[in-house]
C-alpha cells in the first residue's frame, strides 16, 4: 500500500532525526520529570475520586484500579521510572521493547477511546478537568513520542502481537466479574445491566480488533 509505506518511510525519518544523543544526566532528568508527572497526575485522580466514594480504602481501590485509563497510566510511570534508573538513550532489548510497546498500543486506545467517546459524555471543569487531561492527553503524548525516540527498530515482530492482548482480556475478565458482584461497570460500552452481554462481546470484539491493528501498525512502523 503506497500510502502505508509513506507513513511507515516519514516515521523512520522523523525517528531518526529526533532520536535521543543526551548524556546520561540529561537523560535520567528528563526521565524523572515525566515519572513525577505520571505518578502526580493519578495521585491527583485518586485523590478526587476518594473524595467523594462513600468506601473503604480497599474498596475504593479496587473501583480506582477498575479503570483501564488508570492501569495504563500505571504502567506508563513504571516505564519512566525505570527509565530515570537506568536511563538509555536506545531500547534494544526485546524483554523490554515488547512490553514498552504494548504499554504504547494500551495508552493510545486510552486516549483513543476517551476524546471520541467519552470526552462530551462527561463534561469536567477544575481540578477533574486537569486530571483527565494529563490521564487522557498529555501522558499518552509523552509516552507515544518517547517510546518512538527509544525502542530500536526492528525489535517488535509481529508474532508478539497476541502478547499485547493478554492483558486486556484478562482486563475485561476483570470488570465483568467485579461488575457482576457490585453492579459497577467502569465504561458504558461493557455496562451489562444497561446495554448486556450481545452488545458488550460485540464492544468487546471491536475493542479488541482496535488493540490488533494498532498494535501491527506500530510494529510495522518500528520495522
Known amino acids: 500500500m503506497p500510502i502505508l509505506s509513506a507513513v511507515h518511510s516519514y516515521f523512520l525519518?522523523?525517528?531518526?532525526?529526533?532520536?535521543?544523543?543526551?548524556?546520561?544526566?540529561?537523560?535520567?532528568?528528563?526521565?524523572?520529570?515525566?515519572?513525577?508527572?505520571?505518578?502526580l497526575s493519578l495521585l491527583l485522580q485518586w485523590t478526587l475520586m476518594y473524595d467523594r466514594l462513600e468506601a473503604d480504602i480497599p474498596r475504593?481501590?479496587?473501583?480506582?484500579?477498575?479503570?483501564?485509563?488508570?492501569?495504563?497510566?500505571?504502567?506508563?510511570?513504571?516505564?519512566?521510572t525505570l527509565w530515570a534508573i537506568y536511563p538509555v538513550n536506545t531500547i534494544t532489548d526485546p524483554v523490554i521493547a515488547v512490553p514498552a510497546t504494548a504499554f504504547?498500543?494500551?495508552?493510545?486506545?486510552?486516549?483513543?477511546?476517551?476524546?471520541?467517546?467519552?470526552?462530551?459524555?462527561?463534561?469536567?471543569?477544575?481540578?477533574?478537568?486537569?486530571?483527565?487531561?494529563?490521564?487522557?492527553?498529555?501522558?499518552?503524548?509523552?509516552?507515544?513520542?518517547?517510546?518512538?525516540?527509544?525502542?530500536?527498530?526492528?525489535i517488535v515482530l509481529t508474532s508478539q502481537t497476541a502478547y499485547f492482548l493478554i492483558f486486556p482480556i484478562l482486563y475485561l475478565g476483570y470488570i465483568l466479574l467485579s461488575g457482576?458482584?457490585?453492579?459497577?461497570?467502569?465504561?458504558?460500552?461493557?455496562?451489562?445491566?444497561?446495554?448486556?452481554?450481545?452488545?458488550?462481546?460485540?464492544?468487546?470484539?471491536?475493542?479488541?480488533?482496535a488493540f490488533t491493528g494498532l498494535s501491527l501498525l506500530l510494529i510495522y512502523l518500528k520495522s
Open 180 to 209: 457482576h458482584k457490585t453492579g459497577h461497570y467502569p465504561y458504558p460500552f461493557v455496562h451489562v445491566q444497561e446495554i448486556g452481554y450481545p452488545k458488550v462481546l460485540r464492544n468487546a470484539i471491536l475493542i479488541a480488533l
Open 104 to 154: 504504547c498500543v494500551y495508552i493510545i486506545i486510552v486516549a483513543v477511546i476517551y476524546h471520541l467517546l467519552l470526552r462530551k459524555a462527561f463534561p469536567l471543569t477544575g481540578l477533574d478537568r486537569l486530571a483527565n487531561a494529563m490521564l487522557h492527553t498529555w501522558l499518552p503524548l509523552f509516552y507515544v513520542i518517547s517510546w518512538t525516540l527509544l525502542v530500536a527498530d526492528g
Open 60 to 80: 475504593a481501590l479496587a473501583r480506582f484500579f477498575g479503570y483501564f485509563t488508570i492501569l495504563s497510566n500505571t504502567l506508563v510511570a513504571f516505564f519512566f
Open 13 to 39: 525519518t522523523v525517528s531518526d532525526i529526533a532520536a535521543l544523543h543526551m548524556p546520561v544526566t540529561g537523560l535520567r532528568f528528563v526521565a524523572a520529570l515525566l515519572a513525577l508527572i505520571s505518578w
